[in-house]
């Protein structure tokens, strides 16, 4: 099993940055991938961005450029950094680990970023 906190979010005006993160316990050692997701109402879950246990990193088209993840083993953290935010990225976002041979999902319980205008 494991565990994910997230802190960070908050409200933010058109331009601005904010940082998540994550950290994870329990059977950390048998985590592959950390990810960040988002999910406004009545919509699916989307990724926004995940590392892997390696440091390879996949953004979704609609943040490249202007959200960075990164990942610290050693803490077993996850963070986002989200820069030249837009209301459009106003969403609930959930941190995401990948673990074990079958990469079963594990879910934070959900941050609030809201941009606004």
């Known amino acids: 099993q494991v565990q994910l906190v997230e802190s960070g979010g908050g409200l933010v005006q058109a331009g601005g940055s904010l940082r998540l993160s994550c950290a994870a316990s329990?059977?950390?050692?048998?985590?592959?991938?950390m990810g960040w997701y988002r999910q406004a109402p009545g919509n699916e879950r989307e990724l926004v961005a995940s590392?892997?246990?390696?440091?390879?990193?996949k953004y979704s088209d609609s943040v490249k450029g202007r959200f960075t993840i990164s990942r610290d083993n050693a803490k077993n953290t996850a963070t986002l950094q989200m820069n030249s935010l837009k209301p459009e990225d106003t969403d609930v976002y959930y941190c995401?680990?990948?673990?074990?041979?079958?990469?079963?999902?594990?879910w934070g319980q959900g941050t609030q970023v809201t941009v606004s205008s």
């Open positions: 329990g059977s950390i050692r048998s985590i592959n991938v």
């Open positions: 995401n680990a990948k673990a074990g041979l079958l990469y079963k999902d594990y």
């Open positions: 590392i892997n246990s390696g440091g390879s990193t």
